[in-house]
């Protein structure tokens, strides 16, 4: 497939590096040169070639969706920019890339932070605790600062439409249904780019309360008489709170959506959304009461929640289980009922003695025709 990503450039004669401008000019100057109403013939005798050369060449130069697939890989860019598939892989390319690097990024400086502490806690070294949770502040900032460019990236395309008018032969209504259709697409891509900005800050602000707890625990453990437990968890209790509230929005939007009408129904659709930032909150506090010394139940105890986590998915997949296998056994009993059933045993005796007509009757056709081939031949 051509991966050439600068014959079309050629066939309007511009630069790589023209503006949509400039290449919508240079269509317009060559349409009309090679348009067959007004190109000499004897002069251009493949004004017609030439004329959808051009014309081909801008609807993909024209487009800057197209333009950028084709300046990547050319027109096989191009054609799988045609099939949503093949738009996806182009358009997540590079962000799987950067993923790649990232996610390798902070499993490297996760390791290297378990390690320090590791050997903290052993007594191997020691550090002040600044230094054990440097490669943990570095994993924040590079969180930052990739969602950061991410946010840039996102604002800097908000404004990104397809500019293509067609061709110029068009009439004026199919230049308003192709505006109006360049107008929903933009305005459903924005949209789209909205929802992603917001997201991306949502994260950014995420990350504010969760370095202020990790700030909070590495001077906890250089001066246990700094602060208190209490004092170190309010960052992380912050953010638990607000995962919290947007769980119950998420699940009164359910709710509102679903069909459930008892009481109990409606209960547990709020309690499958909100019970994971719950328990995460209540065990939160009792090791925050554990560490003040507020309570002095083991540190088995103090993990129960942790427990009932397991005990939960534990349950499901048992639940879930059974259920398949349930299933199963009642797809099994409906094929072997049917299998035995009276009308299917009366129904296969008339097909076979239908086969065997149909048999006969082609056996006896065919007979019938080699005895009348030879009458029909002339005689000598």
């Keep these: 497939m051509d991966r050439n990503t ?4 050629t066939v309007l004669g511009v630069p790589k590096t023209s503006s949509q401008d400039e290449i919508k000019k ?13 190109v000499n013939v004897a002069e251009v005798p493949d004004h017609e070639n030439r004329f959808r050369e051009i014309a081909a060449a801008y609807e993909i130069l024209g487009d800057p969706e197209k333009r950028r697939f084709y300046d990547r890989l050319g027109m096989m860019g191009v054609k799988m920019s045609d099939s949503d598939l093949g738009a996806q892989i182009l358009e997540f390319e590079s962000m799987i890339m950067w993923s790649f690097l990232f996610f390798s990024a902070a499993i490297i400086l996760l390791i290297v932070f378990l390690s320090f502490l590791v050997m903290r806690v052993d007594g191997k070294v020691d550090w002040n605790y600044n230094i054990v949770f440097t490669p943990l ?46 107008r929903d697409q933009a305005t459903g891509k924005r949209m789209m780019r909205v929802v992603q900005i917001a997201v991306l800050c949502a994260v950014l602000l995420f990350m504010v309360p969760i370095t202020v707890f990790e700030t909070f625990i590495a ?37 509102m959506k679903s069909e459930a009408t008892s009481p109990l129904a409606k209960l547990a659709i709020i309690f499958a959304g909100t019970w994971s930032s719950k328990i995460r909150m209540a065990q939160a506090v009792l090791i925050m009461l554990r560490v003040d010394d ?13 427990y009932l986590v397991g005990l939960k998915y534990f349950i499901e997949l048992i639940a879930g289980f059974i259920a398949s296998s349930r299933i199963e056994a009642e797809n099994n009993e409906e094929a072997a009922t049917e299998s035995n059933s009276p009308h299917v045993r009366a129904v296969s005796p008339t097909i076979r003695r239908i086969t065997e007509n149909a048999e006969t009757s082609s056996i006896s056709s065919t007979s019938s025709t080699r005895q009348l081939i030879p009458s029909a031949q002339p005689q000598s």
């Design 294 to 306: 507020k309570i002095t139940w083991s540190w088995f105890v103090v993990f129960t929640p942790l």
């Design 26 to 38: 240079a269509y317009r100057r060559l349409a009309l040169r090679y348009h067959p109403d007004r």
């Design 219 to 255: 001077k906890k453990l250089n001066d246990p008489t700094s602060l208190t437990a209490l004092k170190v968890f309010i960052p992380y209790l912050v953010l638990e709170s607000c995962i919290l509230f947007i769980s119950y929005i998420i699940a009164l939007v359910t709710l």
């Design 137 to 182: 502040w570095t994993l924040d900032g590079l969180v930052l600062i990739t969602v950061s460019w991410a946010i840039v990236s996102l604002c800097a395309k908000a404004d990104t439409v397809d500019d293509n008018n067609g061709d110029i032969d068009d009439t004026e209504e199919d230049r308003e249904i192709r505006e109006r259709q360049r």
């Design 6 to 9: 600068v014959r079309l450039y």
